[in-house]
């Protein structure tokens, strides 16, 4: 397909270059908005609180409980620790855009 | 937390900010890796996580309500890893 053409990872340097491209901020103030942002959502998942962006997606928490794995070299069983683990659902606009390819 | 909530706190920590200045910066943060991802490029943000996409083969489903079977095209999906630190943080507390 036409519109996989390959593009390369996109990093924080790149959302703040973005912000100071479009909003006049300087660079610092632009990475700083950034790594704001993201502090802001990890901040609430640790509390426990899911995060839902409209138009983006959702961020969901999950608890998972203690089950039994295997080493899968050794096949030595091992109990796996009840965790919480974050998973991503996206939203019906960003899955029609990715779906689109633009 | 919602995307209010967010732009509410965020409002609070810059207060030199303009509120319509904020939303405009969290727009741009999540249209930028909308676009980057529909493009079907990568998304890495060291800590908390990276987003990609993944191919889905199409299927044969059906209509839950009329049991009707439809063609469902193959297609790309959003994807989400959480970074180390990122999962480590779910279980600090």
Do not use: H, W
Not at chain 1, 25 to 37: C, G, K, N, P, T
Not at chain 2, 78 to 89: A, D, L, Q, T
């Amino acid at each position: 397909m036409d519109n996989m053409r390959s593009v390369g990872t996109l990093t924080r340097a790149d959302l703040a270059e973005t912000i100071n491209r479009k909003m006049g901020f300087s660079r610092a103030e632009s990475l700083s908005m950034v790594e704001s942002i993201l502090e802001k959502m990890c901040q609430a998942l640790s509390d426990g609180e899911n995060v839902k962006i409209s138009g983006f997606g959702s961020f969901v928490l999950r608890d998972k409980t203690e089950r039994i794995g295997r080493n899968p070299k050794t096949g030595v069983e091992v109990p796996i620790t009840p965790r919480r683990v974050m998973t991503f659902r996206g939203s019906q606009k960003l899955k029609d855009r990715i779906a689109a390819g633009s | 937390m919602i995307r209010s909530e967010l732009l509410q706190s965020l409002a609070d920590d810059n207060p030199e900010l303009r509120p319509e200045e904020i939303e405009q910066v969290v727009d741009i943060f999540f249209d930028e890796i909308s676009t980057r991802l529909a493009e079907g490029g990568r998304v890495e943000l060291r800590g908390f996580g990276a987003f990609s996409t993944r191919q889905r083969d199409g299927r044969t489903g059906r209509n839950p309500r009329t049991g009707a079977s439809v063609e469902v095209p193959p297609k790309r999906v959003p994807y989400f890893k959480p970074g180390k630190e990122m999962r480590e943080r779910l279980n600090t507390n």
